[in-house]
């Protein structure tokens, strides 16, 4: 089951994202990869600046969230474009 809560998480991190940045890409399974991408790199980036999110539904989609929109920008900075 929790890696249902996963899927649901990592694609409304990663609908929220490219919301944020409006990105040009969609579709819900860059949403879902995007998302999950984006809680490794929102995990890993928090630990850096030791800021530790609550351990419920809304830390995580904050992390993974912010972790997204990192992977947004970076793109952007390689492709030179909207991703």
Do not use: E, H, Q, Y
């Amino acid at each position: 089951m929790s890696w249902l809560w996963a899927l649901i998480i990592g694609g409304v991190a990663g609908w929220l994202a490219g919301a944020i940045m409006d990105s040009s890409r969609g579709g819900i399974l860059f949403n879902i990869v995007l998302g999950i991408l984006g809680s490794f790199v929102g995990v890993w980036l928090f630990g850096l600046l030791n800021i530790f999110p609550a351990d419920n539904i809304w830390g995580v989609l904050l992390t993974s969230t912010v972790g997204a929109v990192v992977i947004i920008v970076i793109a952007r900075l390689i492709t030179g474009g909207k991703v």
